[in-house]
């Protein structure tokens, strides 16, 4: 038996979500009495690697060859499935990212295990076994219980905390066996966004609605997320008005985020936006309307025109970053 | 080319959720339902790309899994414009159970591009579409968020985190789609309402499958403690608060 968790690494480094995972995996293995394999597929070196011990991996395959950096939904979900058969998974654990939505759904039939995306936390029982995740875009949560004996659960980013447990792992060098007429996707191009930090593992997110009035006056936005290190975001309207890209309009269709700090500046918070930012932690409002809904979802709140509040916010800021 | 959007018959997303039944179900009485939003994206492209000469689409069929209640939907998506429509005559239990009842429909009518929006606005779910490629052993695309068609020759942007990729895959696959793929969904015109009741929509019959997964109840999140509210002349306040108070900054 094991928990086998597939950690995903981007040009041969693992990001937070990486050892979230894994921390995670290493409690569950707890509850479960077993141990923790975590798979790593394409080029990463050993120090790197080593890291998934310290957050709590036992065992690690590393799986290298051809063709591996880019991601083929049949070919990498063939592979987890062949480690979680060598290791007797009783639970496969991915993110619940862009590559763990693509490959989960597959391995979960191809080993006639029940899945649940999105899970929140822990099973909060064992036998049966439940999970929790959040359904009507966390207008409520549901406890699941998955029948099979195997499981796959996907984990939502930022909803389980770092855990070090200064393990070491042993690394084995795993040659799952792959038709190479299972590798179909082809990769003509890739855009990569650089030097920015990503909306879905941001920690602080600042975002700006209709009430900045104008595509002009996303300036200060931009420098109080430089200042604090975060990424941006909008509401939908701003989407849509193409005053900003598509990539960064959370809420139910866009994305759905769950930082630390969502800093809202002129987003009134329609029912649809709430559904992607009510997962953050703390929610800072500033709209000029003091019924306007955002201010039922904040933690803190001003009554004021953005525009206004945004400079003397940023200069707060300096201040207090600078002491 | 014919092309197969997969629908969900969701409760409309401003629905406020209340419990019934000891938090074992929702309350649906006056519960509008409407297409996933991500579905009707979904659809509104095939149809663009049905618009589209160069692209040599001949058919948009929708499906969905669901009881006699879900046909206002799927006519829905007939009078915006898909050709025929298929209803395997269900209740949706789990992923895995829809996945394979439309697995089965398809089996018996290949289509080259089968859609699936990328995840459903009530279960949120984000898994039917990979499951059903799956089990049809056929390639899927995940996170699409633009599709071109030129004949046989299909190409598609996917994010990736951190980026997006432009890739291709042979016929027949599963696209499961995102914002973006269109942006508008398109309404239905008068003309289209009306002729939604002649078109073809074929009810299946389920076949034999288990869920595997259990829905064991339902819980609504705590209220929110009331907003502190900070003057605009006293913007200080706000740091000094998420810097001690919130320690998030």
Redesign the interface.
């Known amino acids: 038996m094991s928990v086998l968790v597939y950690t ?1 690494n ?1 040009d041969g480094k693992f ?1 937070k979500l990486s050892f979230e995972l894994v921390s995670y995996a290493g409690k569950l293995a707890e509850m479960l009495g077993t141990t923790v394999t975590a798979v790593s597929i394409g080029s990463v070196d050993q120090a790197e690697l080593q890291k998934l011990g310290n957050y709590g991996a036992q065992k690690i395959l590393h799986v290298t060859g051809p063709n591996l950096d ?5 070919v990498f ?1 063939s592979m987890i499935v062949q480690a979680a058969s060598k290791e007797d998974a009783s639970v496969v654990l991915l993110s ?4 763990g ?6 391995i ?3 080993l ?7 899970v929140i936390k822990l099973p909060v029982s064992l036998n049966p076994f ?1 999970v929790v ?16 004996d195997t499981r796959v659960l996907t984990l939502s980013q930022n909803s389980f905390e770092l855990i070090e447990t200064g393990n070491k792992a042993t690394i084995e060098n795993f040659n799952p066996e792959i038709d190479t007429g299972l590798f ?10 650089t030097g920015k930090i ?1 909306l ?2 941001a ?2 997110v600042v975002s700006g609605g209709r009430g900045m009035k104008s595509p002009d006056n996303w300036g200060p936005i931009e420098e109080l997320a430089d200042i ?1 290190g975060a990424a941006t975001a909008c509401s939908r309207p701003v989407s ?1 008005e193409g005053w900003r890209p ?2 960064e ?1 959370t809420g ?3 994305k759905i985020i769950a930082p ?2 969502y800093i809202a500046c002129g987003i009134s918070g329609a ?2 936006h709430l ?1 992607g930012i ?1 997962s953050s ?2 929610i ?2 500033i709209n000029t309307d003091k019924d306007a809904p955002i ?11 953005a525009l ?2 945004l400079p ?2 940023i200069e ?2 300096k ?3 600078s002491s | 080319m014919k092309i197969l959007i997969c629908l969900s018959n969701v409760p409309d997303t401003t629905t406020k959720i209340k419990l019934v039944d000891n938090n074992k179900s929702f309350d649906k009485t006056g519960v509008q339902w409407i297409i996933n939003p991500w579905d009707e994206l979904a659809l509104t492209r095939a149809l663009e790309l049905k618009d589209d000469p160069d692209a040599a689409v001949d058919k948009v069929t929708v499906i969905t899994v669901g009881g006699k209640d879900a046909e206002p939907t799927i006519r829905k998506a007939l009078a915006i414009g898909a050709d025929d429509a298929i209803r395997v005559d269900a209740e949706p239990r789990d992923a895995f159970y829809i996945a394979a009842q439309i697995a089965e429909a398809v089996r018996k009518e290949m289509y080259d591009i089968i859609v699936c929006g990328i995840e459903s606005s009530d279960y949120n779910g984000s898994t039917v579409g990979g499951m059903l490629a799956e089990i049809l052993e056929i390639p899927s695309v995940s996170a699409v968020s633009a599709m071109n068609v030129r004949g046989s020759e299909i190409s598609m942007n996917r994010d990736i985190d951190g980026g997006k990729e432009n890739v291709t895959v042979p016929v027949p696959f599963v696209a499961i789609v995102q914002k973006g793929i269109a942006i508008e969904p398109r309404i239905a015109s008068m003309r289209g309402i009306m002729t939604a009741k002649t078109k073809p929509l074929n009810v299946v019959p389920a076949v034999q499958e288990e869920s595997r997964t259990e829905y064991a109840g339902f819980e609504l999140p705590a209220p929110k403690a009331a907003c502190k509210m900070i003057s605009p002349d006293n913007v200080r306040e706000l740091v000094d608060l998420l810097k001690n108070e919130a320690k998030v900054i």
């Open positions: 995903e981007w990001k880019k991601l083929d939904n049949q979900s619940n990212n862009n590559s939505k693509a490959i989960a759904p597959r979960s039939v191809k006639n295990a029940g899945l649940v995306s999105a439940t995740k959040k359904v009507f875009s966390g207008k409520a949560f549901t406890n699941v219980v998955i029948k099979t179909k996707t082809s990769v003509k191009d890739v855009e990569k966004v990503l879905t593992d920690e602080i604090l849509d598509h990539g309009h139910q269709t866009g630390d700090l029912i649809q559904a009510s932690k703390y800072v409002a201010f039922e979802a904040a933690d803190y709140g001003i009554v004021g025109d206004k509040v003397e916010l707060a800021v201040e207090v970053k």
